[in-house]
């Protein structure tokens, strides 16, 4: 059997190296945070701890959606959370997050506030409750 050339092989290893590590993006389901997306594990901390580098965070398509229990937490200027599409990279909150927030922007100043991309957010809640009334609040 033919052995592969060493261009080949590096060019290879240029692409995985790309993928995970493109121009220093954090995987959320790549260590240290591990995040697993399937909707049994509770993918917070995982989720929060890539967001609290300050980085550009991704969230890759999941196999079911990231579960959070509670409030997420963007503080950075101009961060970014980006996923794979809104019905790909989901993230389902808990019922006890919807009384906090599913993803909290806190900022100072007029500095660009963090970016939300290609991300869907699935509430669920049974027909007899009173449904969520999502809003954006301008700045004054």
């Known amino acids: 059997m ?31 945070h591990s995040a697993y997306g399937d909707n049994s594990h509770a993918d917070t901390s995982a989720i929060q701890s890539a967001l609290n580098t300050g980085g550009t965070v991704y969230l890759p398509a999941a196999a079911v959606c990231y579960k959070v229990t509670s409030a997420l937490s963007m503080t950075h200027t101009d961060q970014l959370l980006y996923g794979d599409g ?22 100072s100043g007029q500095q660009p506030g963090p970016q939300l ?24």
Do not use: E, K
Not at 87 to 96: A, F, G, L, V
Not at 125 to 133: E, I, S, Y
């Open 86 to 107: 809104r019905t790909r990279s989901t993230i389902c909150p808990s019922s006890t997050t919807y009384s906090t927030g599913v993803i909290v922007f806190t900022m």
């Open 117 to 140: 991309r290609d991300i869907g957010i699935v509430f669920v809640q049974a027909d007899t409750t009173n449904r969520l009334l999502l809003t954006n609040i301008s700045r004054q």
């Open 2 to 32: 033919p052995r592969p050339s060493a261009l080949r092989l590096s060019i290879v290893a240029a692409i995985v190296v790309a993928r995970s590590v493109a121009a220093g993006v954090i995987d959320v389901t790549q260590l240290p």
